[in-house]
């Protein structure tokens, strides 16, 4: 059962466009939603994460938007850069703390 | 410490061979968490540690797979008699629980296992 569903699985874009990547959950019993970013033969790294109760975070040019009531949220990378290629994992924590859970990633490539 | 270390980067084995991963967590968090990843696929749950107490397991974690922290410090994650599917990335992770909040966790750059 997945329990964080992420979509496109991928996504194209130019150079300085703003892709979007949409991330829903079922189970209320999350209060952490972290997104990674992770290259070829890396381990994912932390990009920027949002807690339950603020419905928007902006780090540089990654905004989170989170839609508590229709169990959503979504990541947009501004001015996107071919640096910015890369595959995108949302994820889920639980309460406990004891467990994240994945999306099944998107691949984004920022075309010069 | 500059985060979580993981050794060795890759491995590669014959099916049925024995083989062990370590984690060294940052060096303040108190749990520890193992993931793995296949190709074209987001991390999986493992198990996860706080201090030296394994306290959650998933059901993919087999009975070949067994994991420590002794000392509540590094770990190691052993898959005895490899399989094929046991190939994959696997990852460690670690944050720090205090006063009942959760930080953020931090991966490790992965054992790639490839089982031959």
């Known amino acids: 059962q997945q329990q964080v569903k992420q979509s496109p699985q991928s996504l194209i874009v130019q150079k300085g466009g703003i892709p979007i990547i949409n991330c829903a959950y079922e189970?209320?019993?999350?209060?952490?939603f972290p997104w990674y970013q992770q290259f070829p033969g890396k381990g994912p790294a932390l990009l920027i994460a949002?807690?339950?109760?603020?419905s928007e975070k902006k780090e540089g040019r990654f905004t989170i938007s989170f839609n508590k009531s229709a169990k959503q949220f979504s990541l947009h990378i501004m001015d996107s850069q071919p640096g910015d290629s890369a595959t995108y994992f949302c994820?889920?924590?639980?309460?406990?703390?004891?467990?994240?859970?994945f999306g099944t990633g998107t691949s984004l490539t920022v075309i010069p | 410490d500059t985060g979580v270390s993981q050794d060795p980067r890759h491995k590669i084995t014959k099916r049925g061979q024995n083989v062990t991963f370590r984690c060294d967590p940052i060096?303040?968090?108190?749990?520890l968490y193992w993931y793995r990843q296949t190709l074209g696929q987001g991390p999986e749950f493992l198990t996860y540690?706080?201090?030296?107490?394994?306290?959650?397991k998933s059901r993919l974690l087999s009975d070949r797979f067994s994991a420590e922290r002794p000392k509540g410090s590094f770990s190691t994650l052993e898959i005895q008699r490899t399989e094929q599917g046991d190939s994959a990335m696997y990852l460690c992770?670690?944050?720090?629980?205090?006063?009942?909040?959760?930080?953020?966790?931090?991966f490790g750059q992965g054992t790639r296992l490839t089982v031959v």
């Open positions: 189970n209320t019993a999350f209060d952490y």
């Open positions: 060096s303040e968090h108190n749990r």
């Open positions: 949002i807690r339950p109760d603020v």
């Open positions: 540690f706080q201090n030296e107490a394994q306290l959650e």
């Open positions: 992770a670690s944050s720090q629980r205090d006063r009942g909040q959760n930080t953020e966790a931090f």
């Open positions: 994820a889920a924590r639980s309460t406990t703390g004891n467990q994240f859970y």
